[in-house]
């Protein structure tokens, strides 16, 4: 159903068993996520900015078809700027879904050269969250792509989380510019961490004193961890200076091996969020 959210056009969902999630056509950026007889799971700045050109700070940000600063692209690509369109959106007998699409012109081949077609599927059911993205390449040559889902995970408590699925993967540490293999049992946050992680196949467990999340990905070979701590929160015009306590991204990526798409091709990538 079509809605607002913070003045802005949106995708209000709602499964029959309660289960929710709302979806800014700004950027086909999920901004909430409640599952049945739950709280709110993700983050979302209240000093976020909202609107033509923003970045939102929260929710789940659609990263292509570059990661951070890793060409000569704007930050994080150009698609989590843009308007997206809403393709369909019903509740089925047991969930609720949304599809929103995005397509090359001219603004974004003054960027970046090539056709592509882009579609985002949000779905609720239950204690579930699934968000797939699929890419087209709607042209006639082939281009080399990074993406991501850049979730922002409330937490009660940052400090007291524990992340684990993680053990023997190896990891890029961006606080030092460091490699390392992690050999703890879980990840913890007691100061800044800005990570990599390559090669992940398992999936992940974020545990809490009173609550759980598992997290699962398909066709995205990394995983970022990621929290600003006090410094960096402090500097952030859109991030209360003690919300870094509030927040890990664990993000759904594809970024070390730049992956050739063909013309006439497709690749998907998907994240599910499962409540506990």
């Known amino acids: 159903m079509l809605t607002e959210f913070a003045g802005q056009p949106a995708v209000a969902l709602r499964a029959p068993d309660g289960a929710s999630a709302v979806v800014l056509l700004h950027g086909a950026q999920v901004v909430s996520w409640q599952p049945a007889g739950g709280g709110e799971r993700l983050f979302l700045s209240e000093r976020s900015r909202f609107g033509e050109g923003a970045s939102v700070r929260g929710g789940m940000p659609v990263i292509f078809p570059q990661f951070n600063e890793r060409g000569p692209l704007p930050r994080h690509g150009f698609v989590r700027t843009r308007a997206w369109q809403l393709a369909r959106s019903e509740a089925g007998a047991g969930d609720a879904l949304a599809v929103l699409q995005l397509t090359d012109d001219e603004e974004t081949r003054a960027l970046w050269p090539h056709s592509f077609a882009l579609e985002l599927t949000v779905c609720v059911h239950d204690d579930r ?148």
């Open 129 to 276: 969250l699934d968000v797939e993205l699929a890419v087209s390449n709607t042209g006639d040559s082939v281009f080399d792509f990074m993406a991501a889902l850049h979730t922002y995970l409330g937490v009660a408590e940052v400090e007291s989380v524990r992340l684990s699925g993680l053990r023997g993967c190896r990891y890029e540490d961006f606080t030092t510019g460091t490699m390392h293999v992690d050999e703890a049992e879980a990840v913890r946050v007691i100061e800044e961490i800005d990570r990599i992680y390559y090669g992940v196949g398992t999936p992940l467990v974020l545990s809490e004193t009173q609550r759980r999340l598992r997290i699962e990905a398909a066709n995205f070979p990394e995983v970022v961890v990621w929290n600003p701590w006090q410094v960096k929160a402090a500097a952030m015009a859109d991030l209360a200076p003690a919300d870094f306590r509030r927040i890990l991204c664990v993000e759904a990526a594809l970024i070390e091996k730049p992956l050739p798409l063909a013309a006439g091709e497709q690749w998907w990538g998907r994240q599910t969020l499962i409540a506990g």
